[in-house]
Each structure stands twice: as C-alpha cells, then as structure tokens.
DNA sequence: GAACAAAGTTGACACTGTCAAGATTGGGTC
DNA sequence: GACCCAATCTTGACAGTGTCAACTTTGTTC
C-alpha cells in the first residue's frame, strides 16, 4: 500500500466508517458524499466509484447500522440465564425489546437513518424466532401467534421514537427506564392473557 | 387587492398550501425555500419574510398536519354509535387507531415529515382522555393506566412505519386492515385483560 | 403629501449532488 | 521486462440549494 492518495485500497470501508462517525456527531443531515470524500481525505466524488448515489450510501450505512443493533440484541439475548423454560423465553422477548430502545435512545442519528430508510426484515426475522420459543414454551396460544410481531415490534419502536423526539425526549433515565418496564410489561401481559399465566409479570424486568 | 406581484397578502398561507401540495406530491424532500416560491409565483426568499429558516417552515407545516391527523381522528371518534357504554369507549378507541393507520398510509410523505420534527403532544392528549374513559367505564383499571398511552401510541405509530416502508409496505388493502384488526385488538385484549372482559374483543372491530 | 415600516425583489456567496473527461496506478499478458 | 487495460481517483463544470445583504415597491399613518 503506497502514500499515493491513488488506490486508496480500503475506501469503500473508510467512507461508511466516516458515515457512522458523522451521523453519530451531526445526525442523519451530516451525511454527504462530499463532507465525507473530505472527512476521508479524498477528493470529492471519488465516492462514485463504490456508490451509484447519494441514496445508495446512506442504504449501505444504514444496513451496517441494522447488523450493529442485530448484534447488540443478540449479545443480551446470549446473557438471559437458564430457568424455567417459559420464564426464560419471556425474558428472553422483553430484554431483546429493552436492547433495542436503549440503541436508539443512545445513538438516535444512526437509529433514524436506519429505520427511514431500510427494510426492517431482519429484526422482524429474530423477533419471529422469540415468538415461536414462547409458542413452543406454552405462553403463547398459536392462535395468537398470527402477526404478533406487529403488535411487539411496533410497541418497541413506538416507544423509541416518544424517546428520541417525543414527549419523553427529556426523561431522566431512571423514569424512562420504568415507562419501558410498563411496556414490556403490557406487552407480556398481552401474550400471556389468554392462558391465564401463572407467573406475575414483574418477573421478567 | 391589486395584481402587482408586491404585497401579495396571503403570502404565508399560500407558501403553506404550496407545500403541503409539494409534500403530497414529491415527498418531504419536496419541500424547499425555493421550489416553493416557484411554485407560488413569487421570487426566491420572499418566503424569508414569515419564515426565519427552511427548520421554521417546516415546523410550520408539520403543525399543519398535525391538526389535520387530529382532526380526522376527531370526525371518527364522533362517528361511533351510542351502546353499552364499555363496548363504546373500546370502539372509540380502536377508531382512532384505525384512522390514524389510516392517514399514515393514504398521506405517507406528510406524515413523515410532521413525525419526523414535532412533538405528538396534541395526539397523546387526545388519547389520554379515551383512556380515562375506559377507566371510567371500569374496562381499564386505574393501576393499570399508568402511562398506558405509550404502549397503545406505540403500537398503532409502529404498525402506520411498517405499512409505509417497512415489510408490510406492499400488503394489500385488505391484508393490512386485518393485520390492524389484529393490533387494535391485542390492545384492546391488553386493556381488558386484568379485569376478564365478558365481551369478545371481536366486537371492537 | 411625507415618512415609515412591512413585504418582495435582486444579487451574491458558499455549499450540495452529479456528470464528463482526464490523470494515475496496479495487475495481467505477450 | 515492457505493454496494455481496467479500476480507481482527480479535476472541472453545471444546476440546484439555503441564506445574507442591499435595494425597491407598497400601504398606512400623521
């Protein structure tokens, strides 16, 4: 690899590095094919030859965003310990729902270019996955199981979105905290409610 | 009024309408100091004289909308038919949800764009007071309507992303009501559940 | 009628995305 | 080892944007 600015080798990966770094400083707005070629140290529009498009660069950025959030949910998904088989599968669903909130609490800019503009297949894939361990588990009637992905991802999301620009911006983290318990609460509550579960539902905060 | 392009009297107004048209038609990137203008029939940033910046329009616009989604709410919620008193204020508030799917889907750029940079306060407090109806009625426990507004904006806001750029994008007309069917109901079912409504909550439909 | 403030216009500047054409480089072939 | 080529990056240009400053027009008020 020479110091000629030339076959820079890596551009295509430097340039959605610097995309993260300057939606995570400026927001969704700070993305530019030319703010970033300078950000880079490249010469502006040196990007067209790994994006046809403004549009395409900002759908690379945010499937790489979408696979840092997959990844994040699954690492807690991996610390749920063993239990009771249905408790287990509850909490598995609510800590996977509270991973979610707190990447868009914590990095809003990355969060809405991401969820504005791609696909939200795979999270819905990973979500289906939990609702069929809490069918197999007894929790959830298959009845039920019909579309219940709706009603759980778009609680989860609803509620990131009151976080990052609505009413609930200015929380303080312990309250926002309790209001995501109530939801995941209500949530399995909503799962739960047609079997009559055993278990109270602050088990699985 | 004379016909000389000064003092055109209606100016902010017009530049509103315009860009709700723009909105309508070519999305929120539509919208633009300029193309506006244009699109008007008045020269480049006269729009600066009711507007301190593209941010303050487009705050303006959204507020616009926001009376818009509310009012059609509004219209919905009256249209409901006396009855039991419980089963009423359930259908009041599976109603709203449902027209505020429903807008989402029949006007997706304006409804980005109002979600996208302004608060939902107005809506929140609107389905705050459906809810202390559902209290009052004795379908909603009062423990249990302890920020109860979130989990149910959420889930109805959730639902409106994935039928406008999520997976449920290209549903059909009749898929994606009975999908809402099902949401609105798993709400209701979260409601109801502490208490064991007697009626079915297919009646809500 | 003169003065004044509000409303619209004109011109300029820096910035953006994008296209076209040229310069530079590394890898493969004879 | 020299040569060509395709990939990569640069330079230059164009239209479009938001925004500031200075100017012009207009309706109102004393």
Redesign the pocket.
């Known amino acids: 690899?020479?110091d000629?600015?030339?076959?820079?080798?890596?551009?295509?990966e430097a340039l959605l590095d610097a995309a993260v770094a300057a939606v995570h400083e400026e927001g969704p707005s700070g993305?530019?094919?030319?703010?970033?070629?300078?950000r880079v140290?490249?010469?502006?529009?040196?990007?067209?030859?790994?994006?046809?498009?403004?549009?395409?660069?900002v759908t690379a950025v945010s499937e790489r965003v979408m696979e840092q959030l997959l990844s994040a949910m699954q690492a807690r998904l991996d610390e749920v310990p063993a239990s009771e088989p249905t408790l287990r599968a509850r909490r598995r669903l609510a800590v996977t729902g509270r991973a979610y909130v707190e990447y868009a609490v914590s990095e809003p800019g990355l969060f809405r270019l991401a969820l504005g503009s791609l696909s939200v297949s795979e999270p819905l894939r990973l979500l289906g996955r939990l609702l069929d361990e809490l069918v197999e588990v007894g929790f959830l009637e298959s009845e039920a199981r019909v579309d219940s992905e709706l009603t759980c991802w778009s609680a989860v999301h609803g509620f990131s979105i009151l976080c990052i620009d609505g009413p609930l911006r200015h929380l303080a983290p312990a309250e926002r905290a309790a209001a995501l318990n109530r939801v995941l609460v209500a949530i399995d509550r909503s799962y739960g409610a047609t079997t009559g579960s055993p278990t109270s539902p602050s088990d699985i905060t």
Chains 1, 2 share one sequence.
């Open positions: 690899m020479s000629s600015t030339y076959h820079h080798g890596h551009l295509r993305l530019g094919i030319r703010s970033l070629a300078r140290g490249v010469s502006h529009n040196a990007a067209y030859r790994h994006f046809a498009d403004l549009d395409d660069l």
